[in-house]
């Protein structure tokens, strides 16, 4: 099967920390660019952050830049999101994506 599992979400209070991850299957994951993208409740999709297929490219959104940390590991077939100073207005469904391949999501709440 041709797969990405999103895992890592939870609740956490402002400013704590989560790490998620994407873990692939099924395909040539190393030759993907993978994005983290979200989805607060009653909000469209916004993109969150890139990273290429080799690692060596990382792009974020004004939101999250210099709190959040994407990351990949081709050899584990993952790619991860370090959340740093998490604040309420992180709460989304976080998900996956490359290319035309989604995963489930992973709910991240932030609150007190």
């Known amino acids: 099967q041709v797969q990405l599992v999103e895992s890592g979400g939870g609740l956490v209070q402002p400013g704590g920390s989560l790490r998620l991850s994407c873990a692939a299957s099924?395909?040539?994951?190393?030759?993907?660019?993978t994005n983290w993208v979200r989805q607060a409740p009653g909000k469209g999709l916004e993109w969150v952050s890139t990273?290429?297929?080799?690692?060596?490219?990382?792009y974020y959104a004004d939101s999250v830049k210099g709190r959040f940390t994407i990351s990949r590991d081709n050899r584990k077939n993952t790619v991860s999101l370090q959340m740093n100073s998490l604040k309420p207005e992180d709460t989304a469904v976080y998900y996956c994506?490359?290319?035309?391949?989604w995963g489930q999501g992973t709910l991240v709440t932030v609150s007190s």
């Open positions: 994506n490359s290319g035309a391949i």
């Open positions: 990273i290429n297929n080799d690692g060596v490219n990382t």
């Open positions: 099924g395909f040539t994951f190393s030759t993907y660019s």
